[in-house]
């Protein structure tokens, strides 16, 4: 089964569960339209759910384009790099050029770079934070679903990796969402007025991070 929209052709790829009692329409990262059904739904039902939908799946394909976009490539900081592959260095940054070794593990020079900056942010955002709430630990690591976690037991915040590849506003979002759950372990209207609180602007730095 595939969908044309305009001149292009989009496979569509039908996943049957018996736990689905409702059907799901989502867009895969190589553009793969993704219906997610139970095994009663015919063919034919879904056919019809497409053509009915056709509009906001093609949204949701333009949506899958730009964050393929946004995440192919060298990115460090929020600027975007072009590849050079080079012999004679690990690594090396250049005005919009990258010089990469084929053989630097690239997410280990992340994390370096994240230990550094990420830590100079949680810095200065938890001494000018509006409230009093204890210095956390610090964790980096890759997440596939989450900019960030904040365990309240243990008092540590982990952030991303991928926050490296960001500008650092989207960090400094991050971390004050974090730093927030230390006083409202939750996502109530309070935690929010909390992060307003400390970053005004949460809400359009929120929104453009879905494109990532």
């Known amino acids: 089964m595939k969908l044309q929209i305009e001149d292009k052709v989009y496979p569509i790829e039908i ?16 553009m ?6 139970n095994f009663f739904t015919s063919e034919k039902a879904i056919t019809k759910l497409i053509e009915e939908n056709a509009d906001k799946i093609k949204k949701m394909l333009e949506h ?3 964050k393929n976009e946004n ?5 460090y900081l929020g600027k975007k790099y072009d590849i050079v592959y080079v012999e004679y260095c690990d690594i090396s940054l250049g005005e919009n050029k990258v010089f990469l070794n084929k053989k630097i593990d690239i997410d280990k020079w992340y994390k370096k770079q994240a230990k550094i900056i990420f830590k100079d942010h949680l810095d200065q955002i938890y001494h000018r934070f509006s409230r009093k709430i204890p210095y956390p630990d610090l964790k ?7 900019w960030g976690v904040c365990n309240v037991k243990s008092k540590t915040i982990t952030l991303n990796l991928e926050l490296i590849k960001r500008d650092v506003k989207y960090l400094d979002y991050v971390i004050v969402h974090e ?4 006083i409202h372990a939750n996502h109530s209207s309070k935690f929010w007025d909390l992060v307003a609180e400390n970053m005004p602007d949460y809400k359009k730095y929120r929104k ?4 990532f």
Do not use: A, P
């Not at 793969?32 to 059904?37: C, D, F, G, K």
């Not at 980096?140 to 989450?146: E, F, H, V």
């Open 32 to 37: 793969t339209i993704q219906v997610t059904t």
């Open 208 to 211: 453009e991070m879905k494109d």
């Open 15 to 30: 996943e049957r569960k018996k736990t689905n009692k409702n059907t799901y329409i989502r867009v895969k990262k190589d």
């Open 64 to 66: 899958q384009e730009v």
């Open 140 to 146: 980096i690591r890759k997440m596939t679903t989450r």
């Open 71 to 75: 995440n192919t490539g060298f990115f």
């Open 179 to 182: 730093l927030s759950h230390l």
